[in-house]
């Protein structure tokens, strides 16, 4: 009988099972030791193991437990009351569950390597007691350091436990609630007191929790009482479990966590308990069911080409005890192999694997040949799809029709991303990249293919006919932006997404309205501010909205406060007046909510210890239109409300745009933007200054950002990584290599207590304390710098009311809010319009740098933007370019006239794509940051 047929058999009333003893004793005492956790273990119940041997008859069946879930695995009563003391000696009889494997690592510096279990290693051991539910992590460390305070615990080594015992429609729902909980416990140093965090607003009371060092390690130990849940009860219902352990060295430096194990192995675990893993809460363990994560397949989840050889089979230190082999049962059956070192290494059928898919079950058997239980883990194969979509890469037509090029780079840049997902496990984007590659190549091959819903996918269709340069990103799985561009210009966007409950805007005054027939709300995006010392605060003619979840504090005139939407409101004192209906609250229920208007002055509250304040300055933004259609939240941002409804219009109708659709849509923009213009085309180069890379904070790898940034419109890419080159410089290269002529310009942003981006550059610069003297760098090897997002960060704040005034900086990025001061002024500095895209897409952001250069080199770039000849394309009211009113009125003629753009872009594709070997490029491209030398 094979384990699929048991589990199914298990599952009904009266079903037969095999016996095992899988409720004997454990091990005596659990303590790391110095050659880690797998050592440590497996040492405290060393016996002698018989050769693996089967028996001709197996011993007769018992009657599985009526309701007894034989899916799910099972989590036993501990056979003594825990005393939580970091000493784990009532562990007998509980499961324990590995975090062991470089294939659990949902988090790596680059720079660290993980040397192994000794560097980093964890067991977790669980069961419960008449108490509540008991969880000890034996963690294996060789450099245990944690000196952070509760704010930032996770950044040295810690330890997370995640749990969830709610019942019935509540549990593994999405969001955190009562009686689901994350609680941070830091690694015991010395001369540090215990810490212990649980995130969020919901506490379990009575939570017990003791660590404890050890030659190798240290030990955490927690018990959740019965209390902390609602109905949960001892030896009743079912338990969401999760663990994670964080790694930092001294060897680091300032980089803070280096390596975090997690188990399941899903990154953002935290996010929500619909990721923990179920377990059953049994008095004792029966034999024959899941094992759930004691027992699992350590390899690859994601399979770019062919399967591996072979996979090992990883065992929990509890089931070691008693599991003599194990074999693969399905889908192919494989031989028995003997458990050796908590291991069994089963080589592979080398059978073809399906496209998509792949569940293994692995069955656990004890030296009898008794069924211990079957463990179950899922692979996916994509290799059919890279190499279809490699073959069409090498025979596609890019010439022919430009436009048509830019979306095979589109398609190019998506599969790339495909091989960076499948290299970093990541499972929340395979499947929708997976499928929004296929579906890329469908279109441009004239082949049927059904587009996907679930992904937004079906948006594709929108840019079907090239003519129409409307460009579909995916910045997030679920999330889709539709860019209407026009010659390199971006006229306007949607933002969709699924729509979930109602209809919101954030911080925007807005009219309920009927919008194409659908619920609607119109208005505009307005706030500008800067960051402002506290001594700056005027508590009697200011009034504050706090966001307690970043403890951001805005500070606007009382006429204003209505555009925030604030939940509820506190008086701290004398302070402005305001009129409002919001319900009045104390500070700590107002401490509980998303957003609050806060009148009187904040500065004594310990609430507002490390708040950041910044000062808000109202101007218009692009008209913005956000309705609920199709089960579907869009939101348009465009410079006028027609414009936004044109956009509106062609989403809706799931069919391609025309180019007489763009053409409607440019003349309401000029309309808006450049009534009185005169027509006449103009050359210049539209690029973006400001973008990250995996060799950074960014999400993807340089050759598919460049990918990305062609398709997107933009005819040249300054790449600008955190104080690195390494990214910037690898891609020049191999763009050239492989004959794609792209303007992809080696940048850096500086950073340290402010931000710049300084370009081009050859070697990287240290990034100086001193502005003024990043200035004098930068100039001294010819390149342009730039104060990127000023009024973000802290760092400068004497130089917000001067702007560049003696600074030696060349522009500042985006739209500086004492706009119109400086204007009158005559000070005001040159403005750019950047994406400083971390998702390596464009659409969120419609920011952009138009600049009067023939040549889109870094040096030519940086000498027009030094001399000024550039506009920045910041969508911001009637407004849509700014800079000197003669390069403005050029461009507003260029937009007017139309025909030259699209003319314009069309003979830079033929440049960039001609003798382009695309697929060579993809598969040359980096997966990872170890990858870049």
Known sequence: MSAMELVARGSLLGSMMLLSGCGGAGPRAIAPASSGTTASVAQASAEPRPDVARTALPPKEPAWPPGLDASLPQLPKLGREVAVDGRLTEYESAISIPLQSAYQRVKTNARHEWRGIDDLGAEAWVGWTDRGIAVAVVVSDDDVVNRRDKHD???EDAVELFIDGRSGSAFASPKYGPGAYH??????TQGKPKRVVVAGKHRPGGLEVASERSPGGYTVEALLPWSAFQRLSPGSGTVGLAFQVDEYDRRDGKRGRTVTLANPAVRDLARSPARFEPWRLVE?????????SQLSLDGPRLWAEEPPRELVVRVGAALARRARSVRIASPVQHPEVPVQNRTATVMLDRAAWPEGRVSFTTEARDAQDRLLGVGSSAFTNRGPTIRASLESLRTADLLSHPFQGAAWAAAAAALARLREAI???????????????RARIALLEDRPYELDRQYLHDLLVLGDDPESEVVIEYPAPRVATVTFVYGSIPLGSVRVTPHQGALSAGRMRVETKTVLGYPAL???QWAHWELMDEGEIDPARQVFVWYPKSNDVYAARPSDVDRFNANCRVALGPGARVSTHLQESSLKQASRRASVLVTGDPRPHREFAHAKYMRVFPRAGPVRVVLAADERRLDARAPSYQAAELMLTAVLAHKPVALATIEELRQSVVRTVAPRAAARPVRFQVGDLHMHTFCSDGQGSPVALMLQALYAGLSFAVLTDHNTLRCALHVQKQLAQYGVSYAAIAGEELTTSYHAVVFPLQEALLPPLDMAEAAKRAHAVGAFIQWNHPTHLGGGMEHYATGLRGLGFDAWEHFPPRYDAWHQQGTLPLMTGTTDTHTGTFGDSLERT??????????ELADALRHRRAVAILPLGDGLFYGLPKYVKQVQAALSEGHGLRALRAERLRAALTGAKLEELVLASPTRQSEVP
């Open 153 to 155: 615990l996770t950044k």
């Open 183 to 188: 609680v941070i416990a830091a690694a015991p």
């Open 284 to 292: 004792r363990i029966f034999p024959g069911g899941s094992l759930g």
């Open 423 to 437: 290299a970093a496990e990541d499972l929340d984007w395979i499947e929708p990249r997976a499928r929004e590659v």
């Open 522 to 524: 119109v208005g505009r």
């Open 850 to 859: 138009l600049v009067f250069s023939e040549s889109a080199g870094g040096s």
